[in-house]
């Protein structure tokens, strides 16, 4: 009986220990383009944000931005141009 008890014991206290993350995807789509947002926050409160942004290729060329976000609150950006 001992051992039973000591079991729901050892795994009631492993189940509160299980880390979850969440990760939220959001995409708009306009005529000129598409936004896509990638929220990520894990249990900690670490929050990471990435926005993607895509024009459309009126001109023949296409320009891509990318913004991410730390949970630091560090932004960094990168913007690719092809033709």
Do not use: H, W, Y
Not at 40 to 51: F, H, L, Q
Not at 62 to 74: A, Q
């Amino acid at each position: 009986m001992k051992r039973i008890a000591l079991t729901f014991a050892a795994l009631a206290f492993a189940g509160g220990a299980v880390a979850q993350d969440t990760t939220t995807i959001k995409r708009t789509e306009t005529p000129f383009g598409d936004k896509t947002t990638v929220t990520r926050e894990t249990e900690d409160g670490e929050i990471t944000r990435r926005s993607t942004e895509t024009t459309g290729s009126v001109t023949g060329c296409e320009t891509r931005s990318t913004t991410r976000t730390n949970e630091d609150g560090d932004t960094t950006s990168k913007t690719t141009t092809r033709c």
